[in-house]
Each structure stands twice: as structure tokens, then as C-alpha cells.
């Protein structure tokens, strides 16, 4: 790249690359800051708001909803250099990090105190804590061990002002607003995490892999029901349909079973002495509700590969067009084969093949659909197709993200999420953290008034 006029090549190149997150492209940003240590974060921050630019943290950038991508005049901050395991206590179960840890660094690193972190994102190679803690980041152990809520207990974080704050508390029930679970989630609309204590949980002494093919994807369902109501140790059940089996078995070679309508991947796990129940359990249930091939991995290799094909799936999706729409939507668990059953309908009437994977333990569904990005009409009509699947969400009683987040690309439904008295009051809570309105505007909440508006002052009227 050569730059005749305007920033350096490399500046420019830089802004580009910070530009968009993993499926969005936002504004050129006006900065970039790549900081160190906490205390540059928030001189960085300071600098930043002093020359009148808004800020978005960003981590590793694999966001699938904008959350990273700059909107206006803005300053990306990565927090990619704050990368430190602090600290591991195995006593605790605790470990302190920097939030530009890998997910997967992480369970790696506290592997020989037999510990991991339980929210393992299909991203988790290269995503961030940091950015699992923003998105609240769920995959496909939440079902069983809850979304990366349920795993920090503490943070600190650095407001759009430059102070810095703790949330939560390093024992058990802190007393007081939990403002922990307004940092979690809060998509960089808060502050920015620059330390974080988050729980391990125990590496299970036997971990087993089992492939359940079904001729119907309601007997898939209807496995992932029993499967839940009977108590076995499931600690993942992911479901895919046929025509996902066949780009993730053509990318992988996996060896999964093309001729399925539906297909479930769980994992089970025990003890050496209960793991053959719970294997003879979860076989059984998942017979009982029609699956003709129930196989367990004979060996970690195989499983790697099973987990690596399901892993993969939205690669392997986009060796088939240039662009593909993916949705993160969530259902009541009950309900998600309606409402796979509905997108494979919405699929068919539109002339548009959709693909399905979805965490059947948490209701989560992720359609995806490959399209041709270049073609108007294409682009219209998966436009068009994405907002009937949310459609199919809402109407059931679900949520337009399950796990994604909302950053810019779903901000226009969280109306119909959400009561306005439940925005104004999400509003208020954002204000109480970031008065200037500073931090990530324009995401996560629609179109707020300004934090002045809605900060009242302690003598008003409100008050008395
Ligand atoms: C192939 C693939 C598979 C995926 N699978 C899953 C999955 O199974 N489950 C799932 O939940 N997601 C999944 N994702 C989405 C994404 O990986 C997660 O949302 C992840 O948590 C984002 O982490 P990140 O470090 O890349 O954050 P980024 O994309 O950099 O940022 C995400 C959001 O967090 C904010 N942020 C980042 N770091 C901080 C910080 N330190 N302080 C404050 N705010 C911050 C950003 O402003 C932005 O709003 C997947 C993505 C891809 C590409």
C-alpha cells in the first residue's frame, strides 16, 4: 500500500485492519491504540476522549455482531497486549488475567492443576476473555456450566473518563448492586476490562464424545429432551442438520454420517467408574427417541475431529460463496426444533438454503446462509429471509441473540425485545457508569437520549 497523501501506509493499513469485527465493517477509525498495561489503557482513554473521539475496546475481533467495529470518530483500543496469566489458585479455583488472554491459553495453561475455564466458544483459539466477559460468551459446555457469567466473579475496569473501578468481589454473594453483571455483557458500553478474576472448573476425569445421527431432525429434538430431563452428565449437545453435515464432513473429513437428516454431538462426562453408565444412558435415551447410529469416539483423535468438524462449520460455510449471513437467535429449548423446522420453511419459500447448527442444549440456533454479497437482489433477499428467522424468535418467545451479542447489527431489535420503560432504565444504568456517553456509542441500545437527559441532579423535584 502507498499513501501519496494522508497517513503513513502503515497507519493507514493498521486503521483498516481495526475497522471491522468478524462480520461488520464499521468506520475508518480516526485511532488506533494498541497499550500495554492498564495504567496506558487509561491514559489512552483520556487522550483519546480529550481529542473528542468516542472509544471502542476491542479484543480479538472475531465479534460476530459489530460490537468492535468504530461508528464515527472513534479510537479502537486493543486490549490484545494486556495478556498476563496473573495468577492461577487451584485452592480457589480462581485464576487473575489480563483480559487479552486466549480462551483456550487459558483452560491450557491450568490443565496441569487438572482445571479449565468452563466457556468454550467455538472461536476459543483466538478469542479474548476480555471479549467473552463483554459478549457474555456461551458455547457449547454453557448448557451445562452456564454462559461466561456464571464464570467471573471480579473485574477492573477503566471508565470512558480514565478512573478505574473494581466490580464483584473475590468471595462468594458480594453485598450490594452487582454491578459485576452490568460489566458482563455490556459489549464495551460500560468500560473497558483490563483485569479480570474469573472461576476454574475441575477437568473431568473422563471425558467421552458420542455421534447420534437421526432419519428426522424432531427425533433429534426430541433426544436433546430426554437426554436434558434424565439427568445425564451431557455436557455438550450440539445439533447440526444434513446439509451442514455435508460441508463440515467435505472440510474436515470427519467421517460424520452424510445420509442423516439431523445429526447430535454431546459430550459426556463422569468418573473412570460411571463413565460407562452415563454412556450406556445417554446411548440408550438417544435410541429411544429413533437415532439409528449412536457412536462413541474410540479415541481422542476421532473426537478431536467430530469437535473440529462442528467447530468448523462456519468455515466450511464460506467456501461456498463469497459472503454468508449467520444468525445467532435463542428459543425456549423445548421449542427449537419448531423453530428449525419454521427456518427450514422460511428456507424453502424464499428459495434460499439455509443451514442449520444450533446448541440444542440451550435452544441457541445459528442459521447460516451463503450468499453472493455482490449481487443486489441475493443481498436483498437474505436480508429480507434473516429478518423473518428473528421474526420466528421473537414470535416464540426467544431473544434476536443468543450468545453473539448485539453491538450494531441487532440494535434495531432490541424494541421488540425489550419495553420502552426496559430500554429507558438499561439507558439509565449505562449513563451511571459513562456520562458523556463515551464508551461504544450506537451499540447495544437504540438510539438513546443523551446520559444528560437522563442523569437527574440529586435536588430535583424527582427526589422529594
Ligand atoms: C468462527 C467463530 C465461532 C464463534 N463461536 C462462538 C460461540 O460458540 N459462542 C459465542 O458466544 N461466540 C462465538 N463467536 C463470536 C465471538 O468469538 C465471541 O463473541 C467472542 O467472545 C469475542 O471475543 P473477542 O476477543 O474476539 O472480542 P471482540 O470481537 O474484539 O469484541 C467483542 C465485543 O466485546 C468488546 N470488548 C472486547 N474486549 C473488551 C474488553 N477487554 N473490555 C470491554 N469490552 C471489550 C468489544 O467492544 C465488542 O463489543 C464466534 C466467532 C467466530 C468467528
Not at 482513554?45 to 472475531?62: M, Y
Not at 421474526?391 to 421488540?416: F, I, N, P, W
Request: charged residues 20%.
Amino acid at each position: 500500500v502507498t499513501a501519496a497523501s494522508g497517513p503513513p501506509a502503515s497507519d493507514h493499513l493498521r486503521r483498516l485492519l481495526y475497522r471491522a469485527d468478524g462480520a461488520v465493517t464499521g468506520d475508518m477509525p480516526v485511532e488506533v491504540v494498541i497499550p500495554d498495561t492498564a495504567e496506558d489503557v487509561a491514559e489512552a482513554v483520556r487522550n483519546a476522549t480529550a481529542a473528542g473521539l468516542s472509544i471502542v475496546p476491542r479484543g480479538a475481533g472475531t465479534g460476530l455482531s459489530g460490537g468492535a467495529s468504530p461508528l464515527g470518530r472513534a479510537a479502537v483500543v486493543s486490549l490484545m497486549r494486556l495478556d498476563r496469566i496473573l495468577d492461577v489458585d487451584p485452592d480457589n479455583r480462581t485464576a487473575l488475567v489480563e483480559p487479552g488472554v486466549r480462551n483456550l491459553e487459558l483452560s491450557r495453561h491450568t490443565r496441569a492443576d487438572g482445571l479449565m475455564f468452563g466457556p468454550d466458544p467455538s472461536s476459543q483459539s483466538t478469542c479474548t476473555i476480555g471479549g467473552n466477559i463483554a459478549t457474555n460468551a456461551g458455547g457449547p459446555r454453557c448448557y451445562a456450566v452456564g454462559s461466561t457469567t456464571s464464570h467471573v466473579l471480579a473485574a477492573t475496569v477503566v471508565l470512558g473518563d480514565g478512573s478505574t473501578v473494581e466490580v464483584g468481589a473475590d468471595y462468594a454473594d458480594p453485598i450490594g448492586l452487582d454491578t459485576r453483571a452490568v460489566v458482563v455483557g455490556s459489549e464495551g458500553t460500560v468500560g473497558l476490562v483490563v483485569r479480570a478474576l474469573v472461576k476454574l472448573s475441575p477437568v473431568s476425569e473422563a471425558t467421552r464424545t458420542v455421534l447420534c445421527a437421526f432419519a428426522r431432525l424432531q427425533q433429534a429434538g426430541d433426544a436433546t429432551a430426554r437426554i436434558v430431563r434424565s439427568g445425564v452428565n451431557a455436557t455438550s449437545i450440539e445439533l447440526m442438520d444434513r446439509t451442514t453435515i455435508a460441508i463440515c464432513e467435505n472440510f474436515t473429513q470427519a467421517g460424520l454420517p452424510l445420509e442423516a437428516e439431523a445429526m447430535l454431538l454431546c459430550e459426556v462426562e463422569g468418573t473412570d467408574l460411571t463413565i460407562g453408565e452415563e454412556l450406556a444412558d445417554l446411548e440408550r435415551l438417544a435410541s429411544e427417541a429413533g437415532a439409528y447410529l449412536v457412536q462413541v469416539a474410540e479415541s481422542e483423535e476421532q473426537a478431536t475431529l467430530w469437535w473440529r468438524a462442528r467447530k468448523g462449520a462456519f468455515g466450511a460455510v464460506a467456501q461456498l460463496a463469497s459472503n454468508y449471513h449467520l444468525h445467532d437467535g435463542v428459543v425456549p429449548r423445548t421449542r427449537l426444533v419448531e423453530a428449525l423446522e419454521r427456518v427450514q420453511e422460511i428456507g424453502r419459500r424464499s428459495g434460499t438454503l439455509i443451514r442449520l447448527v444450533a446448541h440444542a442444549g440451550d435452544g441457541n440456533l445459528h442459521p447460516l446462509i451463503p450468499y453472493d454479497g455482490s449481487d443486489p437482489e441475493q443481498s436483498e433477499r437474505v436480508h429480507a429471509v434473516s429478518e423473518q428467522i428473528m421474526d420466528v424468535c421473537l414470535e416464540m418467545g426467544g431473544a434476536v441473540s443468543g450468545e453473539h451479542g448485539v453491538g450494531v447489527s441487532k440494535v434495531h431489535l432490541m424494541d421488540r425485545v425489550f419495553s420502552a420503560v426496559d430500554l429507558e432504565y438499561q439507558g439509565h444504568i449505562r449513563c451511571a457508569f459513562d456520562p458523556d456517553a463515551v464508551m461504544n456509542p450506537r451499540k447495544v441500545l437504540p438510539s438513546p437520549p443523551s446520559c444528560a437527559e437522563r442523569i437527574v441532579p440529586l435536588d430535583s423535584e424527582m427526589w422529594v
